[in-house]
């Protein structure tokens, strides 16, 4: 945790006060996990906690409070999804593993978030703008990136000038969020995790260079 951490009041917090506040966050992660967003209540977050409400309301001002710190320090991680595409290359081989890579890596942040990216989808298509913007935090990185990978295809000549790089990656972006969020539903389907992650990059790759991989 980094800088100061001030209580509801404007209080910075000591250490202890800290990871009293981390901790009431990591129980509260842990009840979305279980529970939906909102039967989760503050005294239960903090007997969770092994705390009392007053203490919960010293660091959040509700339960929405928490949930939305929550969803900014999954957002801050999210943003390191682009560097699964700085300095790749979409050509050859090296084309096929950079889509791969990418895939992977989206799965597992969903995985890995999974709770709190469902609230943070209800948020936003329920049109309050905090949770669209922390949404839109974690795609638009990843978005400007492959786009700008499309940039650079068309001025080599390997893809058509009519297409929309922003487009074009916002589109790509929006499928693999998606489907990352509806992985529980594929198993549902019979598809396994082995036979998604090819098939989606397959899909990627096709998207970016508009050519079948190199394998």
């Known amino acids: 945790m980094t800088g100061q951490v001030r209580t509801v009041d404007g209080r910075v917090a000591g250490r202890r006060g800290q990871a009293t506040r981390q901790k009431l966050l990591d129980c509260l992660s842990e009840m979305l996990s279980s529970s939906p967003y909102r039967d989760v209540k503050v005294i239960d977050v903090a ?13 959040f001002p509700d339960v929405e409070g928490a949930v939305l710190e929550i969803a900014e320090q999954m957002a801050a991680e999210g943003a390191t999804l682009t560097s699964l595409l700085e300095g790749r290359s979409w050509v050859g081989k090296a084309g096929w593993q950079t889509a791969q890579d990418l895939v992977d890596g989206f799965l597992e942040f969903w995985r890995k978030n999974d709770a709190i990216l469902r609230v943070v989808d209800l948020g936003a298509a329920e049109g309050d703008k905090r949770f669209y913007k922390i949404r839109m935090k974690i795609l638009n990185s990843v978005t400007n990136s492959l786009s700008e990978a499309v940039k650079e295809l068309q001025a080599k000549g390997r893809v058509d000038k009519d ?3 922003g487009a074009l990656a916002g589109s790509l972006v929006a499928m693999l969020a998606s489907v990352s969020s509806h992985q529980k539903g594929f198993q549902s389907w019979g598809v396994k995790q082995a036979e998604l992650k090819p098939n989606l990059a397959l899909l990627v790759h096709l998207g970016i260079t508009g050519k079948k991989p190199t394998k």
């Open 47 to 59: 007997r969770r906690a092994g705390t009392s409400p007053a203490t919960f309301y010293q660091y």
């Open 163 to 165: 297409v929309s790089p």
